[in-house]
């Protein structure tokens, strides 16, 4: 175990821990989760374990019952659909918001930096630490956008997403990058109206993506 010091970071190492088996298939979806046996297994006490449960069910990765344990969720085509509906109005907003930050005089070099460390990601062949890196683009654009409450509300779309990645971390990475230089470029010249609609594509060709790579992302089932 390397958890950071102090029981919030135990709790948020947890929450990874478990969610790096549910998005890589060791925990499949309708697994239950016991909490001692996962605490026999990290090392921990189940007082972590519990705490990060509802961060899990807010990452849409489990469901919780009352007096039952936790089960891993299914990814169903219904439900990307909908991530990707909410992200669709989401982004653009981030984006518009970021580009005006921008014209108002709010400087976009921590963006910039983000997108140059992508481009040296994808240059060196490294599609893990590329995805790592495509991820803090949006983080910087919601940051630059200077609106709190759309960074909570982003997160855990954020954590969905990255459960889908896991089978199209290899879709198309030269395309998406490319997405993000315009989109990019558009907020550093802030120009708001060309920044919406870049981000709106930018989700809608990635719900194309999503799509090609469904049925391997782990705990994919069909719709019934």
Same mark, same amino acid.
């Given at each position: 175990m390397t958890a950071g010091n102090g029981h919030s970071s135990l709790s948020r190492w947890v929450f990874e821990e478990i969610r790096d088996r549910i998005n890589d298939g060791r925990l499949a979806a309708g697994d239950s989760l016991s909490e001692r046996d996962l605490g026999a297994e990290l090392q921990v006490s189940r007082v972590p374990i519990r705490e990060a /449960?509802?961060?899990l $069910?807010?990452?849409? /990765?489990v469901s919780l019952s009352p007096r039952r344990p936790a089960v891993v969720t299914r990814v169903s085509r219904s439900g990307v659909n909908q991530l990707y509906d909410i992200r669709s109005a989401l982004e653009p907003l981030a984006a518009r918001r970021a580009a005006a930050a921008v014209a108002s005089g709010k400087s976009p $070099?921590? /963006?910039s930096a983000a997108l140059r460390a992508a481009a040296g990601a994808l240059a060196s062949g490294a599609l893990g630490d590329f995805h790592k890196q495509s991820g803090a683009v949006h983080s910087e654009i919601e940051q630059l956008c200077g609106n709190d409450l759309l960074g909570v509300l982003m997160d855990p779309l954020r954590e969905r997403s990255n459960r889908l990645n896991v089978a199209n971390i290899h879709q198309d990475p030269q395309a998406r !990058? #490319? $997405? !993000? @230089? %315009? +989109? @990019?470029e558009a907020i550093v010249q802030g120009d708001i109206d060309l920044a919406s %609609? +870049? #981000?709106?594509a930018h989700v809608e060709w990635g719900r194309r993506r999503t799509f090609k790579t469904l049925s391997s992302v782990p705990g994919f089932e069909p719709d019934s």
């Open positions: /449960l509802p961060m $069910e807010a990452a849409g /990765l $070099e921590r /963006l !990058h #490319a $997405e !993000h @230089v %315009s +989109l @990019v %609609s +870049l #981000a709106y």
